[in-house]
């Protein structure tokens, strides 16, 4: 299927400059300094459905 | 059979991610798996991965698969409950195509600890799966559907799961999850033909086949014996992909082929490519077979009828039995260590069979319990 430039660009951005990490690792801000306009943060405060928040 | 999606396991995760970026800028990734309960360390999801889950949504290409809700737990927990909450809210958020889940209850006394583990097939369990299933359809309004388990601590429950499995789906019109690793390890683990176990499984209820590698175990008990282990941390034995032509054309109601690796096993370039390489390798087998039957695939894995759930089922011996094989599997200081303590509880000469235990699996199922006991920590 067929993603966007900038959405590809977006994810190349996040992983080259280190801005996620494992999912595995605790205490993660996954997109805390993504600079792009595509990478502004959907907050989840439930995202946790054991501790209700992260 | 319709078409059929290569797809891969896609997580927020810089390894999966890096391994996986080359796929998409080609554009052969033609759906993604998301396990959307494995966030729960994470305070905020990019928007750039919420636009990859709704590009995908939109085109009917995004599937979610749970990891944590423990569908046997004896007990109902609150983190049940939330859970379910949780796949509401995400399933108004994306559009998935279908959500499943895996066999088993987790061992962790924490929500987000633990490893799945088998339960007896009996009355009690069986009940407690279909009402959980139904929960999951309630919350979700998608196909729902169940993995096989690699793990099994005996030839006859390796023998039933396929049965056991069609019974749980059938009320919620479900669908399964082969994955062929599991398989892979259940025939070298039990030195059973693949081609007499295959049969024993419902194949008209599979919409997805898991592809993946796995890891090799030395029993210490038994010499020479060696364990297959679903650790998915390595690249896809070529046995695997052979099991894939197998049993591709086995599967009328095939939609997805998904390729997993976890992080860990994704952490060199060169694993990276492998991981390219081995989607490669998957999705040319797909090709070979898709679009061959000219009958396009009418199941539609919604049941009849809303299902209607009262309270929650939950069997207190049950719990108490996971409870105590929990307790053991985690502390015990070895396979006799443990077998002493099983003779001796609740779970001695009872539905769980343990007399009937393969040695060389309980110590695996230690290992395992013990490897999970403090989550991803």
């Known amino acids: 299927m067929k993603v966007s430039k900038t959405l590809i660009q977006a994810m190349l951005v996040a992983v080259t400059a280190g801005l996620i990490s494992s999912c595995e690792k605790p205490g993660v801000d996954a997109g805390k300094k993504v600079p792009t306009e595509k990478s502004k943060t959907t907050s989840y405060p439930d995202n946790c459905p054991a501790c209700g928040m992260g | ?377």
């Open chain 2, 1 to 377: 059979m319709g078409k059929i999606f290569s797809s891969i396991s896609c997580n927020l995760d810089e390894n999966i991610l890096s391994a996986a970026i080359p796929l998409f800028e080609s554009e052969q990734v033609e759906a993604i798996e998301w396990s959307f309960d494995t966030l729960f360390k994470v305070r905020n999801i990019p928007g750039w991965f919420v636009e990859l889950l709704t590009a995908f949504g939109n085109e009917n290409r995004l599937i979610g698969h749970g990891v944590y809700f423990s569908l046997f737990s004896g007990s109902w927990s609150k983190d049940q409950q939330d859970w379910l909450g949780h796949l509401k809210k995400v399933s108004a958020e994306f559009r998935f195509d279908q959500i499943s889940e895996h066999f088993g209850f987790m061992t962790g006394e924490n929500f987000h600890y633990g490893a799945p583990l088998p339960i007896p097939f009996t009355f009690t369990t069986l009940s407690i799966g279909r009402d959980r299933l139904q929960r999951i359809y309630q919350a979700c309004q998608c196909p729902v559907g169940l993995e096989n388990l690699a793990f099994s601590y005996s030839l006859d429950e390796v023998k039933k799961h396929g049965e056991f499995l069609d019974q749980l789906v059938a009320p919620v019109n479900g669908f399964i999850i082969l994955d062929l690793h599991n398989i892979y390890c259940q025939v070298h683990n039990f030195n059973i033909d693949f081609n007499e176990l295959i049969r024993l499984y419902p194949l008209h209820r599979v919409r997805e086949i898991h592809v993946s590698g796995g890891s090799w175990e030395d029993s210490q008990i038994i010499p020479g014996k060696r364990i297959r282990r679903d650790t998915h941390d390595d690249s896809v034995p070529e046995e695997v992909f052979h099991l894939l032509r197998q049993t591709i054309p086995m599967c009328p109601h095939l939609k997805y082929v998904v390729l997993e690796q976890l992080s860990n096993g994704l952490n060199t370039s060169n694993s990276r490519n492998l991981f390219q390489q081995d989607f490669k390798k998957m999705g040319s087998i797909v090709k070979d077979y898709d679009g061959q039957q000219s009958m396009l695939s009418q199941h539609r894995f919604h049941p009849a009828t809303n299902p209607v759930t009262g309270h929650p089922m939950a069997d207190r011996l049950l719990q108490a039995q996971q409870s105590i094989l929990s307790n053991i599997l985690e502390s015990a200081n070895g396979y006799e260590h443990a077998q002493q303590l099983l003779r001796t509880s609740i779970l001695s000469n009872t539905d769980w069979e343990i007399e009937k235990w393969e040695p060389y699996m309980l110590e695996t199922a230690i290992a395992i319990a013990q490897k999970w006991k403090n989550g991803f920590d």
